[in-house]
Every structure is written in C-alpha cells, then in structure tokens.
C-alpha cells in the first residue's frame, strides 16, 4: 500500500497522459547515431522512449548516448536486467543520468527470463520475486557520497502476476508491463494504487494488409511465446497453451498487436488510459524488426498533434 506521504517523481508525472515509443533498434544503429533516434522521437512529438537490454548494449551506456542526442525526451529503460549489475551500481548510474540530464532518465528494471539469465549471463534464475524485493531494498539502501547521491531514483518495474505487482507497489514507483491488454492494465492500476506510475507498452502494425500485419505479429511473438512468464500472463488473461504456438496463434496476435489506421491505434492507446495507464510507449513493427520505423513514427506523431 502507497504510504499518504508519498509522492511521484517529477520526470514520472510528466509522462502522465502522454504517448511514448518502445524500441529494439538502438542496438542496430551505430554508436555514434545512437542519438538521433531519440532526437527523431522528440521531434515526432512523444514523451519518452523506451529501450531494453537484452543480447546488445549494455542499457544505461545506450541511454547515456540517447539523452546526449535530444534536449527534451524522457529516456528510460524497459528493462534494465537486474542480472546486469549490482544494486548498488543501478542507482548511482540512474542519479548520474539524472544529473547530467536534467532529470529525463527513469530506471525501469525487471528480472527478465530465464534463458537470458542462465545462457547468456551465467546466473541462477531462482526466486525472481525475492529477488526483485531484494533489489530493490538494496537500491533504497545503497549509499553514494557523489554530488547527486541524495537525488531520488525514478523506478519502475516489469510486474505481470500478483506478486509482481505487490513487489511495485510496496518498493518501487510503479509498473512498466509488456505484452498486455487493457484488462491487465486495470489490474495493475488497482494493484499498485492510485498514485503510482502505470507505464504500459503496447505493440502495434500501422497500416498494412491483415496478411502483412499478421507476418509481422507472428515474428514479433516468435521469441515470446516461448517464455514462462508471457504464457503464465496469458494464461491469467483467458488464453491456453494453443495460443502458445511459437509465434503464437491469430487470436494471441489479435490481442496483443493492435492493427490499423492512426485513429485505431490511438483508440487503443485510450482503453489503456481508461483502465488506468498514466502512459502507454508503442512500439511499432517493421517490415524488418531491426531497422527503426521512423515513417510510422511520423504518421502516428502527425495525428497526435491534431
């Protein structure tokens, strides 16, 4: 339960009723262009842009390059892997950043999945909800003897089951969920409260034929469906096991990747506001998932400003 005194960071409640993207492809693009990506972003008009850590660069270097190419986004992390580095260095990389860039970065951590911890990092992926509680408590208790150490750290967390939501909703300053619908987000609103942050990221094909759009939801699901965490969400959402055909089944990609014009997209944005999101990041896919669409960018940025 939120204690009464508690308040939202500064650089959370600016991303309140606004439109963020998600995006894989800062790892694609070459180091020193890193920046413009979230330049184009800013100038497309959204609030925020979401990166994750998962094979490619290590998270707050790749935020680092963001933040030093634009002025005014918000850069934050969707996921930091808490595999990634201790406690300790998590927070004080997240004060630097906010120092050094007038409070625009947010910490978004999450325990990520099993084969990424144990193949690709070497650790034991065991008892991710402690865990992340332990985390957490140790971020609240870490010192630093810099001249940004007592600012605050803006964190939220990748949180789909109970548990999860719990955890966020006791230590952290909200929730980022993935691969959700709006029924799940009015589930985490009412889990973390209503103060906290709801940050949920929303996955989408703009135009494009029912035949395309289904190519690219079926590839985009293709790693996904072969998580314990996205099925045991789904399961909680009504789906079964033959949805979890990898890359999943029509109905998983209907759900989960919104297909259609401008007007549809935002109208789906809406239902997640209306269930309770303070923000909601799209990331939209590409004919190629690893090259940036700036074209939908500009689209989907185009009608907002209408």
Known sequence: MTDSTYQLPENLRKLKGTIGIWTPTADTTPAKETGSIAQRAQ????????????????????SSLMLAGADEIIIATGIANIWGRDPVAASAASKTLNAAFDDRFVLGLGVSHKPLVERLRGHEYVGPVAAMRAYLEAMRDARNFSIEGRLRTSTVIAALGPKMLATA??????????????????????????????????????????????????????????????????????????????????????????????????????EHFQAGADHVCLQFLNDDMMVTPFDDWDRLGSALAT
């Open 43 to 62: 100038n497309a008009g959204f609030s925020a842009l979401w990166v994750p850590e998962a094979w490619g660069r290590e998270v707050f270097v790749n």
């Open 169 to 270: 909703a006791e230590l952290a300053d909200g929730v980022h969920p993935y691969l959700v619908t709006p029924e799940h987000t009015a589930v985490a609103r009412a889990a973390v409260g209503p103060v906290k942050f709801v940050g949920v990221e929303q996955a989408v094909v703009l135009g494009q034929s029912r035949e395309e759009y289904l190519a690219r939801a079926h590839e985009y699901l293709q790693l996904y469906t072969g998580l314990d965490n996205y099925r045991n969400s789904w399961r909680r959402l009504g789906f079964t096991d033959e949805d979890f055909v990898r890359g999943g089944s029509d109905r998983l990609c209907d759900a989960m990747v919104i297909h259609g014009d401008e007007a549809t997209i935002l109208e789906r944005t809406q």
